[in-house]
């Protein structure tokens, strides 16, 4: 059992997507999200940029004793999670294959569309996972700039948010796919106002709870599961279904997990779109300053 934490980390906002779904799965685990909100966004910038960025990133986390690294931003997964996985000797899990894998169990015409970043969609990543899984499937793919900017200002409704939806999403309509995915993890925010829109035309998918998933077996395949530690009042430690103890004073206090979030902007809308998304889980934001070299 090993009660280090998980980091998670993304460009943004984004990636509280994967952590909720995290947090959801395995609600005893300690977490540490990372948000580079100085540096976004990562889709527009080149990639081996973007490489340096999370090996710097992978370097804070890890110095942190984090005990599984989840990169939660399509973008950084498809620049660097291979380098990221031969590099590290801890478990690293991206939000691309999961997402991929997905989508092309849940076609039936073997159209997919696909809304990204700029750089996820010219790497190509979604394109070469699909294939590898079911070289039939046709993937269209649309880079979605505009509305990764509205969603880390914190516009997750309107009429400004439908419009800009709608220009990314109704040509893929026309391409009659079956399977949206949402190839960048700050998508999933407005996941409900997709699904109103356009219900019934599509699927859509998110590879935040696929990844969830994966990180729940990758912990169980190493067996890095948190004990869940419980404390007794009087001082004595006592692990989980160890509560049957007698005696003035001991009453099991379960220990809440940790959950620490970071972030390197000092005019972003962290905390405020992390308690809409994942209501109190978030009390405060920690502004680091990260030296990237470039």
Do not use: W
């Not at 948190?226 to 009042?233: C, G, H």
């Not at 809308?269 to 920690?286: D, N, P, W, Y």
């Amino acid at each position: 059992m090993d009660n280090r934490p998980i980091g998670v980390f993304d460009s943004g906002v984004g990636g509280l997507t994967v952590l909720s779904e995290i947090i959801h799965l395995l609600p005893d685990e300690n977490t540490v999200y990372f948000g580079d909100t100085l540096r976004f966004p990562y889709g527009p910038r080149d990639l081996n940029q973007v490489s340096h960025f999370v090996f710097k990133i992978s370097e804070f986390l890890t110095g942190r004793n984090v005990k599984m690294l989840v990169v939660a931003c399509n973008t950084s997964t498809a620049a660097a999670l291979e380098d990221l996985k031969n590099n590290l000797k801890i478990p690293v899990i991206g939000v691309i294959e999961p997402g991929a894998r997905t989508a092309s169990n849940n076609t039936s015409n073997n159209r997919v569309g696909l809304i990204a970043t700029k750089g996820t969609v010219e790497s190509r990543a979604y394109e070469i996972a699909i294939k590898n899984i079911n070289p039939r499937i046709n993937l269209f793919s649309y880079a979605a700039p505009k509305l990764v900017e509205l969603i880390e200002a914190g516009v997750l409704e309107g009429v400004k948010l439908q419009e800009v939806m709608s220009g990314y999403v109704d040509p893929l309509i026309k391409e009659n796919i079956d399977v949206l995915i949402l190839g960048c993890t700050h998508f999933p925010l407005i996941e409900n106002q997709i699904i109103s829109k356009y219900s019934g035309d599509f699927k859509v998918i998110s590879s935040a709870v696929e990844t969830a998933k994966d990180v729940k077996n990758t912990l169980e395949k190493f067996s890095l599961q948190n004990e869940n530690s419980i404390k007794v009042i009087n001082g004595t430690h006592v692990t989980k279904g160890s509560c049957g103890i007698s005696g003035a004073g001991s009453t099991c206090i379960r220990q809440g997990p940790e959950r620490t979030y970071y972030e390197t902007g000092n005019a972003s809308k962290f905390l405020e779109v992390g308690r809409m998304f994942l209501g109190g889980e978030i009390s405060e934001v920690v502004r680091v300053k990260l030296d990237m070299g470039q």
